[in-house]
């Protein structure tokens, strides 16, 4: 027994060494000044948080990040979430992580994560159904935790992962069984009720895609899943816009607008901090930090940072020669009184008979009072391709 006892920790150990590889802090408390707040624990203890506002917007992202990257390295990620989708965004460290205390478990995170959803519901007062769920790879067990027990506005899973047991299988055999089953989102995603985006590369090595289509069907809500064949785990989410932007304003109709103003109390801000200029004036970094071996998240060169906000995209005439799957895009003045609340219904079918993708009829005017200058919808279609098409949308 003792010998038994003895490999389990001794497995335990290695696999948690793997799961938690806190990269070297890339950060300080005056890093970002009037976007990095603190909020507090149930237990008094204080969770970093980058928090980047955006005008008018409607929704707010709570993201949970890789588990090779902390804050300062998520920072590029999440400023071009608020400024493509045009969203809030509240990005979590975990304990361990960044300037963080404490050593990181799946208690621990998952404190951090309550913290910030009641800091988000309760002391911002932002609506449910105004919060999006975002984790990838490791943040997707934080962000499932949540959804099974609230019902919000939306939620998304980069590469995610059944349980830490059957991620581990692979790599310790029959030893995983005396894993202790941490972050068993399988279990969990039937009692999602919000609507779910699911994005898994077919090149992932690290969580195989099996990981992601097994979370899909668990799923009894409206839910998509996209696999593109050219993404690894690694790959930047900005490489290629038909793996994650098109499929996030395909399913979510980003952006959206409120007029509701969101307000930070004064006692967020790390000391010091009260005394900086308005948070209209931000701390902007000029460069993205290079890819790390084991980030999931930083664009690899400015060139593919480079992506436009969505709501000054323009139409294309089609996907490049070596897209995994077509994709036609119109801008179209936004309706007043729109809401993303609801997913954009994907069960129409938009094509002609030429088999390429045309405007619906109901789609092709506005409003006579839109401005030139109006925010615009975006709607996808993904075309028929027995090869090609990696786009799944069910009810």
């Not at 304990?95 to 309550?114: F, L, R, T, V």
């Not at 952006?255 to 005394?275: H, I, K, M, Q």
């Amino acid at each position: 027994m003792w010998v038994l006892l003895n490999s389990q920790s001794s497995s335990w150990n290695v696999v948690e060494r793997l799961i938690f590889p806190a990269p070297k802090v890339s950060y300080t408390i005056h890093s970002f000044p009037r976007e990095l707040i603190l909020i507090p624990r149930q237990d008094g203890a204080k969770v970093p948080c980058l928090f980047l506002p955006f005008q008018h917007a409607r929704f707010l992202f709570i993201y949970f990040h890789a588990n090779a990257e902390d804050l300062g390295l998520s920072y590029g990620f999440c400023k071009m979430l608020r400024d493509l989708f045009q969203v809030h965004v509240l990005a979590v460290e975990y304990p361990g992580y960044g300037i963080c205390p404490g050593s990181c478990d799946e208690a621990g995170i998952m404190a951090n994560a309550h913290a910030a959803f009641h800091f988000a519901t309760e002391t911002l007062k932002w609506p449910k159904d105004g919060i999006k769920l975002f984790g990838r790879s490791l943040g997707t067990g934080p962000t499932v935790q949540l959804a099974a027990k609230a019902e919000v506005a939306g939620v998304i899973l980069i590469s995610p992962f059944t349980s830490i047991r059957e991620l581990f299988r692979g790599q310790i055999g029959q030893m995983a069984d005396f894993l202790e089953n941490r972050f068993p989102n399988l279990e969990l995603t039937p009692k999602i009720r919000s609507p779910t985006l699911i994005i898994h590369g077919l090149q992932d090595s690290l969580v195989s895609p099996e990981h992601g289509r097994r979370i899909y069907a668990s799923i009894g809500c409206k839910r998509m899943i996209v696999t593109p064949h050219n993404m690894s785990h690694n790959t930047s989410l900005l490489k290629d816009a038909a793996t994650f932007i098109l499929p996030m304003t395909h399913f979510f109709s980003l952006p959206d607008y409120s007029f509701e103003e969101l307000s930070l109390p004064s006692w967020v801000f790390p000391a010091g901090d009260a005394d900086l200029q308005s948070s209209k004036q931000r701390y902007d970094l000029e460069w993205f930090p290079p890819m790390c071996t084991h980030s999931c998240i930083q664009p690899r060169n400015k060139e593919e940072a480079m992506v436009e906000p969505i709501s000054r995209l323009k139409a294309c005439h089609g996907p490049p020669e070596d897209a995994e799957a077509e994709v036609r895009v119109f801008s179209l003045p936004a309706e007043t009184g729109s809401s993303a609340a609801s997913p954009t219904d994907t069960d129409h079918d938009w094509t002609d008979a030429s088999g390429i993708s045309a405007v619906p009829t109901d789609l092709r005017t506005a409003p006579a009072q839109a401005a030139l200058d109006a925010p615009v919808q975006v709607v996808t279609h993904c075309l028929p391709s027995e090869s090609r098409g990696n786009f799944k949308t069910e009810l």
